[in-house]
């Protein structure tokens, strides 16, 4: 519950105005709904006393209607404001948890994993959205109204007044008996959602795969897993909820029937006879079916206060889940070092060690090397020794978890996040690509010019491709990339690297999807192209590093070796084998 309120921080000003509107229209509505029942017992009055003029039944008639319709034209009112302010408001917590998920790390999403972060983002904010426009209604209206009808029956008969709570006490026991059976299912509704988010997901990305295995019933199955659970959650918890109506239809109508039947003893109970009688009984009368009208708004307001009750479980649930996101706060923090160190270009790790949060053993282990300004360091080992692991210490994707790691002589922990993200050009393992066209891709926000842009593509050896293309630079390139081979969507991630102005490259076994020929051809452009400009390269293939400054081998998370291949090949065995399995003696020309 705080959760939820705690959340409507993110309401402005001009919400909280119409939410005045809001309370100002609900109050005018109660006000004429519960005017309609004094015009219907002088009404009756009228209709029982002899002698009474037909003009002042119709004109007592013609306030009841008005009453009505200015009590529904309130009701729009309020609905109108409700929903106003709940979608600006769940439009901000969108707004608000897209802005926190893009600050987040690697480690914050895969906390959260991706599923439930749409979940949140999504389905939550609609559950919350609902809960705020029927709380909005409701949970003003109703107290107000219960509290404004028991205050007007209260005079009456002490009878009647003793039915109705005996009525409200019935439903308000038969509602807790079904919320405490329901509760825990609506709250697990968001979490079961994520799970079938998380198998459709992870279906549709994994479709060629889930294909060339014919995987298809294997797949169905999970997801019918997923969705049955769901199916049963909600059925269970709807059907419980179902039962509730008939229940309170029967109270509702055994007041009704009590109400009539101790009006009828009361009546009874008057002697008959004289003239005074028959006024008494009218009166009792007039007074019954006044009574009647009161004691089902009262029982409305309660039912209504139900409506809600049923629905906060869930949305509270939401909100929980909601502010969670929200209130996250990143392990990794922007420094404020906006301007460059003393060493302009250099990348220095100081005997770093590294492990991935919540795994076991660590990853890295006492990590030292420099690469001065202009030159290329290549790293390389078996796969699982690290190197992806090293590399993304440098643009903070994680921190170290011991020693320090330099950019141009200064801790990266201490750079604006932003400066030191403009120092790098990072180009991971895997090619991500985004929707849009080719020049969308390169340019990435960036307002590269038509020639930096030319030029970004010649060096990548991207040009070839695109300009067979019809649409060229223009190209539209699908969700993922899908429309394009592994190799074309790794020169164009190195496009886009290439076409900012950085000082360090990082390329993260990008070469090992292109074939030799061009993977020769990139990188001699690479160095002609981008002399002054620090790079670090992981690679599988001795030859794509052979001609490197400087070469690190990495075993199981250490260093088993840095110096040039040549130094490497008398001094590192490690390195040896490595160059063996993929070269011949001759070549190696030891
Ligand atoms: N997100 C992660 N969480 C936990 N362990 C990881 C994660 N990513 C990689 N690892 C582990 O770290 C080790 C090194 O991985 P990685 O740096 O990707 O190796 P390389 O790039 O050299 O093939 C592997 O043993 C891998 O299991
Ligand atoms: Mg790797």
Not at 153 to 176: E, M, N
Not at 190 to 201: G, P
Not at 431 to 455: C, Q, Y
Request: charged share 20%.
């Amino acid at each position: 519950m705080i959760k939820l309120l705690k959340l409507f921080r993110y309401l402005k000003a001009k919400e909280w105005l119409f939410f005045l509107f809001s309370l100002v229209f609900i109050c005018a509505q109660v006000v004429l709904e519960l005017m309609i029942p004094d015009y219907m017992s002088s009404i009756t009055t009228l209709i029982e006393t002899p002698n009474s003029a037909m003009s002042d039944v119709w004109s007592a008639g013609g306030m009841m209607l008005l009453c009505a319709l200015g009590s529904l034209i309130s009701s729009i009112a309020v609905c109108f404001f409700a929903s106003r302010i709940a979608a600006n408001f769940s439009r901000r917590l969108r707004k608000e948890m897209f802005d926190k998920v893009e600050s987040f790390t690697l480690e914050e999403i895969n906390a959260f994993s991706t599923a439930s972060l749409i979940t949140r983002s999504t389905n939550d904010v609609s559950q919350v959205q609902m809960m705020v426009v029927l709380a909005l209604q409701v949970v003003v209206k109703a107290p107000l109204m219960a509290v404004w009808a028991i205050m007007k029956i209260a005079g009456k008969a002490w009878q009647w007044s003793l039915a109705t709570g005996i009525a409200v006490v019935l439903l308000v026991a038969i509602l807790g008996i079904a919320i405490k059976l329901t509760f825990p299912c609506f709250r697990k509704m968001q979490w079961l959602q994520d799970a079938l988010n998380q198998s459709a997901r992870e279906n549709l990305t994994g479709i060629r795969v889930v294909r060339a295995y014919n995987a298809e019933k294997y797949q169905e199955k999970k997801f019918e897993k997923a969705n049955t659970d769901l199916l049963e959650n909600s059925m269970y918890a709807n059907r419980t909820m179902t039962m509730l109506s008939p229940f309170m239809s029967l109270v509702m109508n055994c007041l009704n029937m009590s109400i009539y039947w101790i009006g009828a003893v009361l009546i009874n109970a008057v002697a008959a006879g004289s003239a005074a009688a028959v006024t008494a009984r009218v009166d009792i009368f007039a007074d019954m079916i006044v009574f009647m009208s009161y004691a089902m708004q009262v029982i409305m307001s309660f039912i209504m206060i139900v409506m809600v009750v049923i629905m906060a479980p869930r949305a509270l649930e939401a909100a929980k889940r909601i502010s969670e996101v929200l209130g996250t706060r990143q392990k990794i923090v922007s420094g404020t070092v906006t301007d460059a160190g003393s060493e302009l270009g250099t990348v220095e790790f100081k005997n770093v060690s590294f492990t991935y949060p919540g795994g076991s053993g660590s990853v890295l282990r006492d990590i030292s090397f420099k690469a001065d300004r202009g030159e290329t360091i290549a790293f390389i080992g078996s796969t699982g020794s690290g190197k992806t692991t090293l590399v993304n210490l440098i643009p903070r994707l994680y921190d170290a978890t011991e020693g320090e790691v330099l950019v141009d002589g200064v801790n990266v922990k201490e750079y604006d996040l932003e400066s030191l993200y403009a120092k790098i050009g990072y180009v991971s393992q895997k090619a991500v690509m985004f929707t849009g066209t080719i020049a969308d891709n390169v340019a990435f926000g960036e307002n590269a010019n038509a020639g930096k842009l030319r030029s970004a593509l010649e060096i990548s050896h991207s040009q070839e491709f695109v300009d067979k293309l019809e649409d060229g630079e223009g190209a539209h390139m699908a969700r993922g990339g899908t429309n394009f081979s592994g190799g074309q969507k790794q020169r164009l991630s190195i496009a886009r690297a290439l076409c900012r102005d950085v000082e360090i490259f990082i390329f993260d076994d990008t070469f090992s999807a292109l074939d030799f020929k061009t993977d020769r051809q990139l990188r001699d452009a690479l160095r002609e192209k981008t002399q002054g400009c620090t790079k670090l390269i992981v690679a599988q293939r001795i030859g794509t590093i052979m001609s490197a400054d400087k070469i690190v081998v990495l075993d199981e998370g250490r260093i088993a070796g840095i110096g040039t291949h040549r130094e490497l090949l008398g001094s590192c065995d490690v390195y040896r084998q490595i160059a063996l399995s993929q070269l011949s003696e001759e070549e190696l020309a030891i």
